[in-house]
Nanobody, 123 residues
Framework: HVQLVESGGEPVQAGGSLRLSCEGS????????MGWYRQAPGKEREGVVS????????YYGDSVKGRFTVSQDNGKGTLYLQMNSLKPEDTALYYC?????????????????WGQGTQVTVS
């Protein structure tokens, strides 16, 4: 049974940095995909980045390219999101997601497992 727990979200000033973590367990297949998504109040959930573990390929949303970087500690099963040059519009609840992949970042409904989210507030 896959479980995902996000952490690392907190208030931060514009221009600052944060690193989010997604601790996962229950992965039993080698070729899976993980993603970071975010949802701001009153807006639809949008894709931030996806990573296909099978070949390491990544896909970033246009709004975060060049500022955010995804990585994974395979030994711990933990997914990270390094966020730099944060802007107020990055304020959102950030979720990580998992499923067997590859999965297009735009196809968030293909992810069957989601964490509870961690709040990032940029002011």
């Amino acid at each position: 049974h896959v479980q995902l727990v996000e952490s690392g979200g907190e208030p931060v000033q514009a221009g600052g940095s944060l690193r989010l973590s997604c601790e996962g367990s229950g992965y039993d297949k080698p070729n899976y995909c993980m993603g970071w998504y975010r949802q701001a109040p009153g807006k639809e959930r949008e894709g931030v980045v996806s990573i296909y573990i099978g070949d390491g390929s990544t896909y970033y949303g246009d709004s975060v390219k060049g500022r955010f970087t995804v990585s994974q500690d395979n030994g711990k099963g933990t997914l990270y999101l390094q966020m730099n040059s944060l802007k107020p519009e990055d304020t959102a609840l950030y979720y990580c997601a998992y499923d067997l992949g590859p999965i297009d970042l735009l196809s968030q409904t293909d992810f069957g497992y989601w964490g509870q989210g961690t709040q990032v507030t940029v002011s």
